[in-house]
């Protein structure tokens, strides 16, 4: 069971003035603190064009930067957002962070879910999907083969003899991939694909279980030559945690910091996400603190925290927890909860799993 923290870059407006640039500083600070604190992963997510989620444009270029910042985080793009990425220069990057980081990154993929994202980069969003499932075998050709020739709807990519893909990545057949998913269409590729599967924040618990069923079986169809994908069968939860010394407290530092986050969702600019998630067990409730608390989010003390994780994980099996938060609880409050979850969460959890192991 590993635990990292999964980073989207979010300026909080009230104290990261505009253009925001401070949130870069302030996300590279919680990272390296994640890595002195043993968390086993950090990850990146891809993001354009507003202030009221994330600003990362680029994440191999800020693994590029974290790699001689960090010692043993691994660096996890999560995700990149495929339809808007060529395969071929995917492949390159990925190789190339690998090595940079001495094989100690992930890379993640998704369809996307922000239509203005789609707009501003002159991608037609109701193809993401398909753009996407075109990307995937391609990509997945190219790093085995370090060559490729395709001619597609979307993607006509000739690399011949004597020419190949460089550099090669140190992890092999590459490194662990994952793919993002909240539909029956996306775990059914992530299955038959091999990829390790990721889902996301806003999926209610209850729903969880249901969606790691639909990918393992879908996982019984993958072919021999896909399962050789280190991620192939990884369980990648993220979910909204924060720990304090009481459940009470946690609310008190939490509550108002949640609640606007969750105000970012609503709206045109999730469309085709929400629809999948949040609102997957029917219509969706009332957001209030006590409600997302109990479907959603994992915030209360650290034996509140233990609790709750343990048994999602006897419900799921998951293999990994991103740890998600907002910017909103205050640089310092960060920190406690992350200290208190590396100190008094994390030990626990694995001792138990490997007491089960054992």
């Not at 390790?196 to 021999?224: F, N, Q, W």
Request: glycine share 8%; with cysteine.
């Amino acid at each position: 069971m590993e635990f990292g923290i999964l980073f989207t870059s979010h300026p909080n407006v009230d104290i990261e003035p505009y253009p925001h640039r401070g949130v870069h500083a302030r996300v590279t600070s919680q990272i390296i603190a994640a890595d002195a604190l043993g968390y086993d992963c950090a990850w990146l997510a891809e993001h354009h064009f507003s202030n009221k989620y994330g600003i990362m444009p680029d994440v191999n270029v800020y693994m590029g930067y974290l790699a001689g910042l960090t010692k043993t985080i691994k660096l996890g793009a999560g995700i990149v957002t495929l339809p808007l990425n060529n395969p071929v220069r995917v492949v390159e990057n990925a190789a190339l962070l690998d090595i940079l980081t001495n094989g100690r990154v992930s890379i993640g993929f998704g369809s996307g879910y922000r239509p203005y994202e789609f707009e501003g980069l002159g991608v037609p969003f109701e193809e993401r999907r398909d753009i996407m499932e075109e990307a995937l075998p391609l990509m997945l050709d190219l790093f085995t083969n370090q060559r490729a020739t395709h001619k597609g709807k979307y993607f006509n990519i000739t690399i011949p003899e004597g020419f190949e893909i460089f550099p090669q990545s140190i992890q092999q057949p590459y490194p662990p991939l994952y793919l993002a998913a909240a539909t029956d269409r996306s775990l059914a590729t992530a299955g038959e694909m091999g990829f390790g599967l990721m889902l996301s924040s806003l999926t209610p618990i209850a729903d969880l279980a249901k969606d790691v069923a639909k990918y393992k079986e879908a996982l019984e169809r993958a072919p021999d030559h896909l399962r050789r994908n280190v991620a192939f069968g990884d369980i990648d939860v993220a979910r909204w945690v924060y720990v304090a010394e009481t459940d009470a407290q946690a609310k008190r530092d939490s509550e108002a910091g949640i609640l606007r986050h969750f105000a970012a969702f609503d709206g045109k600019q999730t469309v085709g996400y929400l629809g999948t998630t949040r609102a997957k067990s029917g219509e969706v409730q009332q957001t209030t603190y006590d409600n997302i608390n109990e479907t959603t989010i994992i915030h209360g003390s650290p034996a509140t925290v233990r609790d709750r994780i343990k048994d999602l994980h006897d419900k799921t099996g998951f293999t990994s927890m991103m740890l998600h938060f907002p910017p909103y609880y205050g640089s310092e409050n960060t920190m406690k909860s992350l200290e208190l979850f590396a100190k008094e969460v994390m030990p626990a959890l694995r001792q138990t799993k490997q007491a089960a192991a054992e």
